[in-house]
Every structure is written in structure tokens, then in C-alpha cells.
């Protein structure tokens, strides 16, 4: 199909483009940006005025609860909940029920996905078998099959034997680890930021030092077997500065956050909300406005959705009862959105974070539009607030901090491969 998108403010972050202007699509691809290619002749034309034309938006954390947890959401309906908040493409954590430890599982996952022609799925596999920490995956024969990095998770590596055996073999071929900081043992029991709100609340705490001493142990065992490694949603201002100073000496490492943690602190959680557990736990105010700041600057790579739908049932229950997790996709741009305008960025500089930055770190085509690449686009409205209720939701997981809260920016349009997939 050929689409004329015309009258978008066309923003794309990775070419420095901003600037009304038309948008042309033919064979799944950008054929040109401005003026049309020669004889082109368009299937569709969509009237863009008072929208953004940007990249389709690359999610480096949402799950799609299949295989095993389809009682918690199907990826029918994940999948339709990506679109509807303009991500074209997601990375896909390994813990299902079996986890992504096996290359039958990964393909059949992303024949699924391919079959309802939505966001591309980009499975991330287990590092370990079955996330027990106990034996390495078979990372050649998972990446052959369609896996883009290895990840644990929320699934400890209580050996270090076997962590660094997991780098070692992945910095030899090739692959990139993934992995989220947090000691197992310092953690333990907890479900708060340990500060005065789980005090006052009684809640088991998780000091920040058990993702600094996590982080202490990752960066040298990258800096000695040479690993390239993701750090998966950084909670803590501590984090961050130990992250920077890797950069710094020149590791191989990346880093994300994720987009609630850019609004809310522990003390969002003081009425034992349970739409506010979620994993990292919601750290102090002094903590979100670091990484909010490392957003800013570059130190943190990228922003993701931390997607995690949650059924009814596991969250009507005592705040340390509950399950952690709150859904994430179509809150996703506003979310951005708003931390951008508060930051005072450019706009082109918000979506970088979570367009051509986080596909830099996924390590795959995306998040542009330059002539030539993947027509992946994403069309909303800058201005357009809405409410977010369970109503307005296309995840079957309905659990967000947000509910019943005003945001600002709405996607009209999600085009992936050059086919118009929202609305459907």
C-alpha cells in the first residue's frame, strides 16, 4: 500500500528532523519525506494537520503474559494495547510459563505475534535455563531462532560462577545480557523503597544498596569478561552515578528506566495503593528526580512501558500481598510526553528516548523515519487530553497508577511496515 501523510509535523530524532512537512509510504518502507517520489501515487491519503508524524515508539520492556499467563492478559489483546499507544516494537521478557529457554518456544511466539499483524516482537531469551540461574541457555540455538539479547528478568544468579559464565560465553559470540540490578538476599521479603513511607506503613523494605551492590558485582564482571551488557530499569540515584562512571571508563553498558518511575516516588504508595507496587519499587523523590535528569542527559539510554498486566484479583489484596506490576503501553507517550515537557526538551529530544536511543539498544531496525527505512509511524495528538479509566484500556490488564487521572497526548494512527494497523 502507498500512504500520503500530509500536514504531520513530521519529528524523527535520529535524523534531527522537525518541520511540517509530508510523509510518503510505499512497499512497507519510507519512500521519501517533503516532496513526493516521482509518480507516486497513493492508496490512502490521511490528513495529519494538528498531529506528529514520529517514529514508531520501541519498547524495551513489555509482557505479553504468553505462553502461560493468559489468565493475566493474551497477546491478542497486549497486542492491540501496543498499537494503541503507537509502539511498533517491543521486546518481549523471557518470563513466561515455560520462560523462552528453548528455540520451539521463541518460534512459536513470534509465529503468534506475526499472525496478527501488530507491533514487531522481539523475544529476549532466557539467560539461563528455566531462570533457575543454574545452567546457561543455549544462547546460539535461542538466537537463531529470533532471540536479540539474554535476560534473567526478575530471576536471580545467586552463583556468580555461573553469571560469569553466562558473560563470557556471550561476550565470545556476540550477544548483548541483560540483566535487572538487585541482590536477592538484600532484597528479600521486601515490597518498599526502604524510607519513611514503608516505615510509617510497616512494609518490608529493599534498601537502595541491593541494586548498588547488584550493580558493583555486574560492572566488573563486564569490565573482565568484556560483555556487553543492558542494565534493566535502574531505580536509584546511587544507580545511576555508578552507571555513569562505567560509561565513563569506557564499559560496554546501557541502561534503562522505566516511565512510572519518571513520575511517582514511594510516597504515591502512602495510602498502600497497589497499583503502586511494582518492581523496581517506587524509591524516594530525590531518586525520581535523578532519573529523570539521567533521562535527560543521556547517561540513561532509554525509556521503556515496564508493560506488566496484572489481574484483578492481585491487586485486591494487602499492599504486600499483591502482585507488582501496573500495564504501561498506552500510558506510554503521555507519559513521555509529560516528563518531557516538564524537563523543557525539545520534542524531538522526549521521543529520541524512546525511538532511535532505545532502538540503538535493542539493536534493531527502527526508530526512524529516514528514506529508505522500516514505515514504522506512529500519528498522535500533542494536545489531546484524555482519562485514563479502565474503560479506555485496550490491555486486559487494567492496573495503572494513572487511573483516573488526566493526561495529554492521544495516538490517532500506528502504522507498522507500511500497513495501518490503529486503529484497526
Known amino acids: 500500500m502507498k500512504i500520503d501523510i500530509r500536514n504531520a509535523r513530521v519529528v524523527d530524532p535520529a ?36 498531529l506528529v508524524a514520529c517514529p514508531g515508539l520501541v519498547d524495551l520492556s513489555a509482557r505479553l503474559r504468553e505462553p502461560g499467563f493468559e489468565y493475566r492478559a493474551t497477546l491478542e489483546s497486549e497486542m492491540r494495547a501496543a498499537v494503541a499507544g503507537g509502539v ?17 518456544l521463541v518460534e512459536m511466539l513470534k509465529r503468534r505475534a506475526g499472525s496478527l499483524s501488530g507491533s514487531r516482537v522481539y523475544p529476549l531469551g532466557a539467560l539461563t535455563l528455566g531462570l533457575k540461574g543454574e545452567k546457561i ?20 544468579v545467586t552463583d556468580l560462577n555461573v553469571l560469569l559464565q553466562a558473560m563470557s560465553y556471550a561476550a565470545t559470540f556476540g550477544h548483548a545480557v541483560w540483566l535487572r540490578p538487585q541482590d536477592v538476599h538484600l532484597a528479600h521479603g521486601g515490597v518498599a523503597h526502604d524510607g519513611e513511607v514503608a516505615t510509617r506503613l510497616g512494609l518490608p523494605p529493599i534498601p537502595e544498596v541491593a541494586e ?14 568484556g560483555a556487553r551488557v543492558h542494565l534493566a530499569r535502574l531505580s536509584t540515584a546511587r544507580g545511576v552515578a555508578l552507571v555513569a562512571a562505567a560509561k565513563a571508563r569506557g564499559l560496554a553498558v546501557t541502561c534503562d528506566v522505566g516511565v512510572h518511575h519518571l513520575h511517582l516516588c514511594d510516597r504515591d504508595a502512602a495510602d498502600f495503593n497497589t497499583h503502586m507496587f511494582l518492581v523496581p519499587p517506587l524509591r524516594s523523590p530525590s531518586d525520581r528526580d535523578a532519573l529523570r535528569r539521567a533521562l535527560a542527559n543521556g547517561t540513561i539510554d532509554a525509556v521503556c512501558s515496564d508493560h506488566t498486566p496484572v489481574d484483578d484479583d492481585a491487586k485486591l489484596v494487602p499492599f504486600g500481598e499483591a ?4 500495564t504501561g503501553l498506552e500510558v506510554f507517550l503521555p507519559l513521555l510526553l509529560k516528563w518531557g515537557e516538564e524537563m ?19 539493536g534493531v531496525e527502527g526508530g526512524t523515519l529516514a528514506p529508505g527505512s ?15 479509566t ?3 484500556l485496550a490491555s486486559q490488564g487494567r492496573n495503572s497508577p494513572f487511573l483516573g487521572l488526566e493526561l495529554t497526548g492521544r495516538v490517532v494512527t500506528t502504522i507498522v511496515d507500511g500497513r495501518i494497523v490503529y486503529p484497526g
Open 390 to 392: 479502565r474503560e479506555a
Open 323 to 326: 502482585e507488582p506490576g501496573a
Open 88 to 104: 511498533t516494537s517491543l521486546a518481549c521478557p523471557p518470563d513466561t510459563d515455560p520462560p523462552l529457554d528453548e528455540p520451539g
Open 15 to 50: 535524523t534531527g528532523r522537525d518541520e511540517p512537512a509530508s510523509l510518503f509510504i510505499a512497499d512497507g518502507r519510507i519512500a521519501a519525506v517533503g516532496a513526493a517520489p516521482d509518480g507516486f501515487r497513493p492508496d490512502r491519503t490521511i490528513d495529519a494537520a494538528g
Open 212 to 225: 548498588t551492590v547488584a550493580l558493583h558485582t555486574i560492572l566488573e564482571l563486564a569490565e573482565a569478561t
Open 344 to 362: 523543557k526538551l525539545p520534542l524531538a529530544a522526549t521521543l529520541a528516548a524512546a525511538t532511535s536511543r532505545a532502538a540503538a539498544v535493542l
Open 137 to 156: 541457555a543455549e544462547m546460539g540455538e535461542l538466537a537463531e531462532a529470533g532471540c536479540v539479547a539474554f535476560f534473567q528478568a526478575d530471576a536471580p
Open 374 to 388: 522500516a514505515a514504522d509511524v506512529c500519528l498522535f495528538d500533542p494536545q489531546r487530553p484524555w482519562i485514563v
